[in-house]
């Protein structure tokens, strides 16, 4: 699910995501939620200030996956 918004010059953007995942050869299954947020504002005609986080969790405990919930942070400040 993707939800944008646009006030004035500044956008805002959520994303979520369910993924079923496995692993070739194993017959454990997981499944890993992703959240994305993040917020685009232009700096000038050129150039845009960007930052933007994303997490990702386990949903099931599998051997192949590190048995914890938390997978990762993708966490990003920038301009392009």
């Given at each position: 699910y993707v939800y944008k918004s646009t006030l004035q010059?500044?956008?805002?953007?959520s994303r979520?995501?369910?993924?079923?995942r496995s692993v070739r050869g194993d017959?454990?299954?997981?499944?890993?939620?992703?959240?994305?947020?993040r917020f685009d504002a232009p700096l000038c005609e050129s150039m845009d200030f960007s930052i933007w986080d994303e997490v990702f969790l386990n949903l099931d405990h599998e051997?192949?996956?590190?048995?914890?919930?938390?997978?990762?942070?993708r966490f990003f400040i920038g301009l392009r």
């Open positions: 010059t500044v956008s805002l953007t979520n995501r369910l993924e079923y017959f454990d299954d997981s499944y890993r939620f992703r959240t994305l947020f051997r192949w996956n590190g048995n914890r919930t938390f997978d990762r942070n």
